[in-house]
Every structure is written in C-alpha cells, then in structure tokens.
T-cell receptor, first 113, second 109 residues
Framework: EAGVVQSPRYKIIEKKQPVAFWCNPI?????LYWYRQNLGQGPELLIR????????DSQLPKDRFSAERLKGVDSTLKIQPAELGDSAVYLC???????????FGPGTRLTVL | QKEVEQDPGPLSVPEGAIVSLNCTYS??????FMWYRQYSRKGPELLMY????GNKEDGRFTAQVDKSSKYISLFIRDSQPSDSATYLC?????????FGQGTTLQVKP
C-alpha cells in the first residue's frame, strides 16, 4: 500500500514569492492534516480536513496561507507571499478518520531566501 | 510555557545501552500518549500508543505513563545503531495532536 505522497520534496524560493505544496493521502483516508515543523521542533498542526471540509484551521495564518481539498482526496497548501520565517518542513498526514492513527508523508522542506 | 516539554538532547549512547526518553506535560486533560520516531528527512512514524497510567511493552520498547506526575517515558533496551533518530512524544487534546520538540538520539556502534 502506498503511503502519503508529497511533492515537491524540496523548494527554495525568494521572499515574497508564492509557493504551493501538494499531498496525496493514503487511499480511503478521510482525514487529512497539514503540519509545519520548524528546525529542532515538533510538528504543529496548521489545518485538518474531514473529507473536503476544513474542520480545524485555527492555527493557519490566513493572511498568507490557504489550503484546499476540493474532492476530498488530494490537497494543496499555498503560501503567498512567503516570508523568511516560513522556512520549515511542511508535513502532510492522513488517517482513516479523526482520532485514528495518523500516517505522515516525508514532508516538503521549504527554504525562503 | 509549552503544553508538552521534552529535552531536545542530543543524546549519544553506545550500542546495547538502555535509553530513557522523557516528556512532561501541563494539561491534565490529555488522555492519549504516543511516541513517534522520525528518521532524518522522513516524516514521523508511530512507535507506541498508551492510554492509561502504567507500562506498555513492545519488544525492546517500553512506554510508561504517570498521570499523577504528568510525566511520560520511553525506554529502549539493547539500543541499536538503527534506533538513531529523533523521538517525539505526542498527546491528544480535543482531537489534536500536540508534539514535544523531540529528542535526537545517536546510538554508536
């Protein structure tokens, strides 16, 4: 069974540029999560989807971050414009339903110059 | 103060040593306690999951929870170089996973 797929794996951009990350969860997993992991820190939840509905986006900086999961399967996280402090690893995870074990993808490592 | 505190290490031990990793937490509402392992350039993977106070054993790994002290531990017996990774404790609050900052472990052959 394929795991959570994320692309790109690495991204280097200049500040003020836009960037987008893509995630394809494990087949059949209804819940999808986006986390941000700063260097030397644990992951922090940005947004949680139940199917196509964002049920917890309280930690998403809505002035520059947006996310979508239009058909309740794959998802895109966007930052526009990027700031230096956005440099981090962006992890996607999925679970069969909320409260079940979360399976993480390998993450996208973003560097903002 | 963070809800979950974890000593970041790094921790370096010789192969075969017993390793003790610890976390403290402040929110008594936490009920589910997990340990994740994260290899370099990879996402975290669930290692152990406990609910109640006490010990849970799985092979060389033992998870311990003391709710009265708000303290959890992970013990690794007979540590192997392949155990070298970052270990993250995590707890669930209102359906949300709250992670510690992770402890980096290196097991030297």
């Amino acid at each position: 069974e394929a795991g959570v797929v994320q692309s790109p794996r690495y991204k280097i951009i200049e500040k003020k540029q836009p960037v987008a990350f893509w995630c394809n969860p494990i087949s059949g997993h209804n819940t999808l999560y986006w986390y941000r992991q700063n260097l030397g820190q644990g992951p922090e939840l940005l947004i949680r989807y139940e199917n196509e509905e964002a049920v917890d986006d309280s930690q998403l900086p809505k002035d520059r971050f947006s996310a979508e999961r239009l058909k309740g399967v794959d998802s895109t996280l966007k930052i526009q414009p990027a700031e230096l402090g956005d440099s981090a690893v962006y992890l996607c995870a999925s679970s069969i339903s909320s409260g079940n074990e979360q399976f993480f993808g390998p993450g996208t490592r973003l560097t903002v110059l | 103060q963070k809800e979950v505190e974890q000593d970041p290490g790094p921790l370096s031990v010789p192969e075969g040593a017993i390793v003790s990793l610890n976390c403290t937490y402040s929110n008594s509402a936490f009920q589910y306690f997990m340990w994740y392992r994260q290899y370099s350039r990879k996402g975290p993977e669930l290692l152990m999951y406990t609910y109640s106070s006490g010990n849970k054993e799985d092979g060389r790994f033992t998870a311990q929870v003391d709710k009265s002290s708000k303290y959890i531990s992970l013990f690794i017996r007979d540590s192997q170089p392949s155990d070298s990774a970052t270990y993250l404790c995590a707890m669930i609050n209102t359906g949300k996973l709250i992670f510690g900052q992770g402890t980096t472990l290196q097991v030297k052959p």
